[in-house]
């Protein structure tokens, strides 16, 4: 049967590869001495070899770098799973950096207060409803009772209204509920601080005659029983004589920052606690 004439080349190919290779093999066993048809086939045999081992010289290359990959990328896995642990307990580090500075805020502010201050971690804040609160993770079982002060190293938070065992709910001093004595710390002038409800508050009943300017701090004034004197407040951010009346529109700005808090203070004023 005739071999189809695509295929007679490669098997002319295959047919010298083959008779190659068995008269190696003979002249294997035999002498050593390259005579001239060793010499005919080994001049065509060795391209050949080089021919049929090309595509596995080829595969195995690929083979070896798919490997080498592989390898990388699991290394490379590992990597990045250590940078992110790394990266997790850097950030834990931070926070117990910056935990421990605002800590030393309150026990520096603790030791200069003439009261017992019971240290409170911030643990919930509304400031969606009516009442602008916070709670913290002190109560009853603390010694916690209603009325008493609430600070921070910024200033004044506002007061206890409500108290369960282990937890109490503080009113800001920004809700409409709140109403603190309190006066203009350089002048002395004494009013009322009330929230608006939308982080601002008003100093009311200061009289018209009054100087009061932008950037005068108002404190505590301590004349009532709940906030001892000279805690800071605010802030005056405008004050006006141009409405009807005797007194002075005085808006002020908390001296807290209600939107980042943390820690707090609850201050045990011995007045409150004979109530």
Not at 1 to 24: D, N, Q
Not at 84 to 110: I, M, S, V
Not at 159 to 180: A, F, K, M, P, Q
């Given at each position: 049967m005739p ?8 098997t002319v190919?295959?047919?010298?590869v ?30 050949m ?16 770098r ?17 940078n992110?642990r ?26 200069r207060?003439?009261?017992e201050a019971?240290?409170?971690r911030?643990?919930?804040?509304d400031?969606k ?7 913290i993770?002190?109560g009853s ?28 709910r503080?009113?800001?001093i ?9 006066m203009?710390?350089g ?23 009054e ?12 004349m ?8 800071l ?16 529109t ?12 943390e820690e ?9 606690m004979?109530?």
């Amino acid at each position: 049967m005739p071999i189809p004439k695509k295929y007679r080349f490669m098997t002319v190919i295959i047919a010298v590869v083959a008779i190659s290779v068995v008269i190696l093999l003979i002249s294997a066993k035999g002498s050593y001495d390259t005579g001239l048809p060793r010499k005919i086939i080994l001049d065509v045999a060795a391209p050949m070899e080089r021919i049929l081992r090309a595509p596995l010289d080829g595969i195995a290359e690929i083979w070896s770098r798919y490997l080498f990959l592989v390898g990388t990328g699991e290394e490379n896995r590992r990597l990045k799973n250590e940078n992110d642990r790394l990266k997790n307990q850097l950030l834990q580090y931070e926070e117990g950096y910056l935990e421990g500075k605002r800590l030393q805020k309150l026990l520096a502010l603790k030791e200069r207060s003439e009261y017992e201050a019971l240290p409170a971690r911030i643990i919930g804040i509304d400031q969606k409803s009516l009442l602008k609160t916070i709670l913290i993770n002190k109560g009853s079982a603390h010694g916690i009772r209603n009325g008493l002060p609430v600070i921070n190293d910024q200033g004044v938070l506002g007061r206890i209204i409500e108290t369960s065992w282990h937890v109490s709910r503080v009113l800001l001093i920004s809700d409409g509920n709140s109403n603190i004595d309190a006066m203009i710390q350089g002048s002395r002038v004494q009013g009322i601080l009330q929230g608006t409800g939308a982080m601002r508050c008003t100093l009311k009943y200061i009289a018209k005659t009054e100087e009061v300017k932008e950037g005068d701090l108002v404190v505590s004034s301590g004349m009532t029983e709940i906030f001892p004197k000279g805690l800071l407040l605010g802030t005056v951010i405008r004050a006006g004589k141009k409405a009807p009346g005797l007194f002075q529109t005085i808006e002020v700005a908390p001296a807290v920052d209600f939107t980042r808090m943390e820690e707090a203070l609850v201050l045990v004023v011995p007045e409150v606690m004979k109530k």
